[in-house]
């Protein structure tokens, strides 16, 4: 609290991120949903090229040669591409553009109960009224659940976080068409883990209220560059447009434009990285359920995972710790009795597994 601080900042819940060790601490770090591998070569040929000359200039509003990547990529137009400072400001922008604030509406945004956490901090924030969706067995989202229900909008995160489980493009379709008024936010943070891959932009040309919002964090490798983008209708995007240019007209630098531009083009080096990343996530599941672990199967490169009987999440998450291995772990009801662990490469994921192994066969003597 502080006296200098308005209402808004004294009330405010900020979000809190997972834990980055400080620099030259060595640990096996699977808590934030980094990529263990590096971005695409062709970002480090960005860099050997760049004239650090243009740093002189502002960067394009737009982000021009990375909408255009990501519109031939995605076969949309430019024109329905935004770009900001990672998903999570896209996310912001349009929690600010898209949603009513309390005072000018009974309706709340619909969330499921158990998603990612920024999405409450974005509504406390903002002024939005929220209505939580419980899952259903398994910590499915149901689409039915979300039609019929009044809303001002409707965000999903697919695949879900910290759930790992995905829906299908016809549940997101129903979702649309069941509130034509409202703007339903689907954030693919995680989409191209999911095997089989879809994604919601297929559902762009008859879903005017749909928003698609990705990221160059997870399987680009890039969550240290802050570029996210949202693929959506032009009159969404306009809006997006005018959101920003209220706030900072620059949200993606020069040299940020131009890596992301390039690693969204080098397609094989994408599909690869996914690709090693699925398979190791295939082992830690098979290797983590013969140790007694109950999981849903992935569509993410996480994994949520209960410890078998008699072993508490929160000690196994301080256990592993203070083995140097990070994992992430929510105290929230419903969900504290989970760890939710990143897929690193294979000899880390090995070294995890080893780490578990002696924690399960330590509580089982003792
Ligand atoms: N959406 C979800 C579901 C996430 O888990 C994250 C990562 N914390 C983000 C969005 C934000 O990612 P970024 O800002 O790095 O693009």
Redesign the pocket.
């Known amino acids: 609290m502080s006296k200098f601080w308005n209402k808004k900042i004294n009330e405010a819940e900020p979000y809190v991120?997972?834990e980055q060790p400080k620099k030259g601490q060595k640990v096996i770090k699977l808590n934030?949903?980094e990529n263990p591998y590096p971005p695409s070569p062709m970002a480090r040929a960005v860099l050997r090229s760049f004239d650090v000359a243009d740093l002189r200039l502002y960067p394009d509003t737009n982000g021009t040669e990375f909408i255009d990547a990501v519109a031939q990529a995605e076969g949309v137009k430019p024109s329905q591409v935004f770009a900001g400072?990672?998903?999570?400001?896209?996310?912001a922008l349009c929690f600010q553009t898209f949603f009513e604030r309390e005072e000018n509406t009974d309706l709340s945004v619909l969330t499921p109960e158990f998603?990612?956490s920024?999405y409450p901090v974005f509504e406390k924030f903002y002024g939005i009224r929220s209505k939580k969706i419980p899952l259903r067995e398994g910590m499915v989202v149901d689409a039915e659940d979300y039609i019929g229900v009044p809303n001002c909008g409707i965000v999903i995160?697919n695949?879900?976080?910290?759930t790992s489980r995905s829906i299908s493009t016809e549940d997101i379709r129903k979702i649309c068409k069941g509130s034509p008024d409202s703007v339903v936010l689907i954030?693919?943070?995680?989409a191209e883990f999911a095997d089989p891959y879809e994604t919601a932009v297929s559902l762009l040309p008859e879903c005017p209220n749909l928003a698609v919002?990705?990221?160059?964090?997870?399987s680009y490798s890039l969550?240290g560059l802050?570029?996210?983008y949202a693929i959506a209708s032009e009159e969404l995007i306009e809006g997006l447009k005018r959101a920003r240019d209220s706030f900072n007209s620059y949200p993606t630098d020069r040299l940020a434009q131009k890596i992301a531009a390039a690693a969204v083009k080098d397609v094989k080096y994408h599909e690869e990285c996914i690709k090693k990343i699925v398979k190791t996530r295939t082992y830690t599941q098979n290797e983590l359920r013969a140790l007694g672990f109950e999981m849903p199967d992935s569509s993410a490169n996480f994994i949520f995972a209960r410890p078998p009987k008699g072993i508490d999440a929160e000690s196994l998450y301080i256990n592993l710790r203070a083995r140097g291995i990070l994992v992430r772990y929510f105290k929230t009801p419903g969900i504290n009795d989970r760890l939710r662990i990143t897929i690193g490469t294979d000899e880390e994921m090995q070294t995890f597994i080893a780490a578990v192994k002696e924690e399960v066969s330590n509580a089982k003597d003792s």
């Open positions: 991120a997972g934030t949903n400072n990672g998903s999570d400001e896209v996310l998603s990612y920024f995160a695949p879900n976080a910290p954030d693919e943070a995680y919002v990705r990221t160059t964090s997870k969550a802050r570029v996210g």
